[in-house]
């Protein structure tokens, strides 16, 4: 059965609320309030097409060589054989899963994880094996034992999501070296999700699992346009590999959907041209952001807040019976002074059956002023909550 997403599936709730009169502070989906580059916005507005037709099943020849630059600013070296454009990053994980696993095989990952791989994973009819990571440890790759423990016959691949959603956690080179020798033992798949390569904080770098050396075969990226240029509605990612077999099988399910969305790859290959100093900018504002919450979190009695180093998601634990629960009651029977948050119970980035009851994911994604009102809010909410622990 395809499970609810924890994202979305309380909007009715935010809805009700609004038609109350109450405003809602919207933490629960990483939807950024930061302009989407003005080049990419040019490129809609001068769009002088006669037709909008198909492009290359693999998408825009001309928009995967500059995807190509812009791996190599990140010591990457594809060609645009190696990338297949998504509609979305989404599309690209639906289709490695398909070409890489099949029904019944197992796909390993360390949770709290999106909560959309679920969704990925039912569709294709395989089996996720999850590993708790714990949020004392701030939310660090488990230990190398339990993946090895995990390990079955149908075991094909390991997922990450690095910077994390949902809990920001930024892996080391030394946590992916782990990852590298389990992935060599074992002949396994790499799936690496870094959409949110570009949000690092407090002088960490990302390192991407392109760069691990002997598995070249065996490693997935999944990108996206979504958060790096806060376009999420443009609905373009990639898949990129160096492994002919797996492009190869992937490029089927490419050709089965025809082609990704042609506006979006215009609005994409334009988005290329941003300066850097657009990615300083909304750095700096992110992290303001994040010492927001994690500073208001960390003053809350009975609350357990890690500081992310990057993405703009945080996950802490509340003193709470149950998340769904207090999720839903925040919408239905809380205010505070005519305004309420939405949040994600992280009850739905877990596999493992009961975990998580008591985390939320908080997405940084609103101004300074208005992060402060909603943590305010949650602090009052937290006071009188029925179901305090």
Same mark, same amino acid.
């Given at each position: !059965?395809?499970?609810?997403?924890?994202?979305?599936?309380?909007?009715?709730?935010?809805?009700?609320?609004?038609?109350?009169?109450?405003?809602?502070?919207?933490?629960?989906?990483?939807?950024?309030?930061?302009?989407?580059?003005?080049?990419?916005?040019?490129?809609?507005?001068?769009?002088?097409?006669?037709?909008?037709?198909?492009?290359?099943?693999?998408?825009?020849?001309?928009?995967?060589? %500059?995807?190509?630059?812009?791996?190599?600013?990140?010591?990457?070296?594809?060609?645009?054989?190696?990338?297949?454009?998504?509609?979305?990053?989404?599309?690209? @994980?639906? #289709?490695?899963?398909?070409?890489? +696993?099949?029904?019944?095989?197992?796909? @390993?990952?360390?949770?709290? #994880?999106?909560? *959309?791989?679920?969704?990925?994973?039912?569709?294709?009819?395989?089996?996720?094996?999850?590993?708790?990571?714990?949020?004392?440890?701030?939310?660090?790759?488990?230990?190398?034992?339990?993946?090895?423990?995990?390990?079955?016959?149908?075991?094909?691949?390991?997922?990450?999501?690095?910077? *994390? *959603?949902?809990?920001?956690?930024?892996?080391?080179?030394?946590?992916?070296?782990?990852?590298? %020798? @389990?992935?060599?033992?074992?002949?396994?798949?790499?799936?690496?999700?870094?959409?949110?390569?570009?949000?690092?904080?407090?002088?960490?770098?990302?390192?991407?699992?392109?760069?691990?050396?002997?598995?070249?075969?065996?490693?997935?990226?999944?990108?996206?346009?979504?958060?790096?240029?806060?376009?999420?509605?443009?609905?373009?990612?990639?898949?990129?590999?160096?492994?002919?077999?797996? !492009?190869?099988?992937?490029?089927?399910?490419?050709?089965?959907? +025809?082609?990704?969305?042609? &506006?979006?790859?215009?609005?994409?290959?334009?988005?290329?041209?941003?300066?850097?100093?657009?990615?300083?900018?909304?750095?700096?504002?992110?992290?303001?952001?994040?010492?927001?919450?994690?500073?208001? !979190?960390?003053?809350?009695?009975?609350?357990?807040?890690?500081?992310?180093?990057?993405?703009?998601?945080?996950?802490?634990?509340?003193?709470?019976?149950?998340?769904?629960?207090?999720?839903?009651? &925040?919408?239905?029977?809380?205010?505070?002074?005519?305004?309420?948050? !939405?949040?994600?119970?992280?009850?739905?980035?877990?596999?493992?059956?009961?975990?998580?009851?008591?985390?939320?994911?908080?997405?940084?994604?609103?101004?300074?002023?208005? +992060?402060?009102?909603?943590?305010?809010?949650?602090?009052?909410?937290?006071?009188?909550?029925?179901?305090?622990?």
């Amino acid at each position: !059965m395809m499970p609810a997403s924890p994202i979305r599936k309380l909007v009715p709730y935010a809805e009700q609320a609004k038609k109350r009169g109450t405003t809602v502070y919207h933490l629960n989906i990483g939807q950024p309030d930061i302009p989407t580059p003005k080049p990419m916005i040019d490129a809609m507005h001068n769009l002088d097409l006669e037709v909008i037709a198909y492009s290359h099943s693999a998408g825009i020849l001309s928009y995967r060589e %500059k995807m190509c630059e812009y791996y190599a600013k990140h010591n990457i070296d594809v060609t645009p054989d190696d990338i297949i454009v998504g509609a979305g990053a989404s599309e690209a @994980i639906l #289709f490695a899963v398909q070409s890489c +696993l099949n029904p019944d095989d197992e796909i @390993i990952i360390p949770e709290p #994880f999106y909560a *959309n791989y679920n969704g990925f994973a039912t569709s294709a009819g395989v089996k996720i094996k999850p590993i708790t990571s714990t949020i004392e440890s701030g939310f660090a790759l488990p230990p190398i034992e339990d993946f090895e423990e995990a390990i079955t016959p149908k075991t094909k691949a390991i997922m990450i999501c690095n910077p *994390n *959603n949902p809990t920001g956690y930024l892996y080391s080179k030394e946590e992916l070296e782990v990852l590298r %020798k @389990i992935v060599k033992k074992y002949d396994l798949f790499l799936f690496a999700d870094e959409v949110y390569r570009e949000f690092c904080y407090d002088g960490h770098t990302h390192y991407s699992v392109m760069n691990l050396e002997g598995i070249e075969n065996n490693v997935v990226l999944f990108d996206s346009v979504s958060k790096r240029y806060s376009a999420c509605g443009i609905r373009i990612g990639a898949l990129v590999s160096k492994n002919k077999e797996v !492009m190869q099988t992937a490029m089927k399910f490419a050709q089965a959907r +025809l082609s990704p969305p042609s &506006l979006g790859q215009i609005a994409a290959e334009a988005a290329m041209d941003t300066p850097d100093s657009y990615f300083d900018e909304i750095i700096s504002e992110y992290l303001a952001r994040r010492n927001t919450v994690v500073e208001a !979190m960390s003053k809350m009695d009975g609350v357990i807040c890690p500081t992310p180093k990057g993405a703009f998601y945080v996950a802490p634990s509340l003193p709470i019976d149950d998340s769904d629960k207090f999720c839903q009651w &925040l919408l239905e029977e809380f205010d505070y002074e005519g305004q309420t948050v !939405m949040l994600a119970p992280a009850t739905g980035f877990y596999a493992t059956p009961g975990a998580g009851k008591q985390e939320v994911r908080i997405s940084y994604v609103l101004n300074v002023e208005n +992060l402060k009102k909603a943590m305010k809010c949650i602090e009052e909410a937290l006071k009188v909550y029925p179901g305090r622990k």
